[in-house]
């Protein structure tokens, strides 16, 4: 199984800055058809999960561009380029490349 | 509008069965993957199962493996997972959840205890 480590697990962050969580996999999430299966999420207080970035850098529907995906093969990294109070939350990337799909640990982010 | 809609939770007892339901609508289910996911309380997001288009391939997180069937009617725009066997590990709210697991419903409240 592919293993996902998110660091760090918590975060605490003044609005109107920047913050960035870390997704490493223990294989290459690239497959064969040239895409990198990595997602991120956000799981808001009370609410499902809703999908942020998809491929790595793909916002989904909806999804704000102060939020940005990168990285390749086994890093990865979730920018937001100025948090506000409505992105507090649990973040959670994860792999699609192969069953089990898997997800990161997640890193809970506040505002200070 | 995608709109998945859960159902079948409850409050059962170790060694029960459940089975939950989930409706779609709003894309062609039948070209879809669907996939369970849940969250017990106090702890992070954990994949459940998969089940792809035709029903044929179906894949599963190990600790459900031989206690958990993912199934699916196109006909009817439905995912199931009949769950049994059940323990207090598997206390958690489950959700349905599109293809590489893209769109989610709102979930449904699994609660395993005597």
């Known amino acids: 199984d592919i293993v996902m480590t998110q660091t760090p697990l918590s975060l605490s962050v003044t609005p109107g800055q920047p913050a960035s969580i870390s997704c490493k996999s223990s294989q290459s999430l690239l497959f064969s058809d040239g895409e990198t299966y990595l997602n991120w999420y956000l799981q808001k207080p009370g609410q499902p999960p809703q999908l942020l970035i998809h491929?790595?850098?793909n916002r989904f529907s909806g999804v704000p561009d102060r939020f940005s995906g990168s990285g390749s093969g086994t890093d990865f990294t979730l920018k937001i380029s100025r948090v506000e109070a409505e992105d507090v939350g649990f973040y959670y990337c994860m792999q699609t490349r192969q069953p089990p799909w898997t997800f990161g640990q997640g890193t809970k982010v506040e505002i200070k | 509008e995608v709109q998945l809609v859960e159902s079948g939770g409850g409050l059962v007892q170790p060694g029960g069965s459940l089975r939950l339901s989930c409706a779609a609508s709003g894309f062609t289910f039948s070209s879809s993957w669907m996939n369970w996911v849940r969250r017990a309380p106090g702890r992070g997001l954990e994949w459940v199962a998969l089940i792809k288009e035709d029903g044929r391939e179906k894949y599963y997180v190990d600790s459900v493996k031989g206690r958990f069937t993912i199934s699916r009617d196109n006909a009817k725009n439905s995912v199931y997972l009949q769950m049994n066997s059940l323990r207090a590990e598997d206390t958690a709210v489950y959700y349905c959840a599109t293809d590489r697991v893209q769109r989610w419903g709102q979930g449904t409240l699994v609660t395993v205890s005597s």
């Open positions: 491929e790595v850098s």
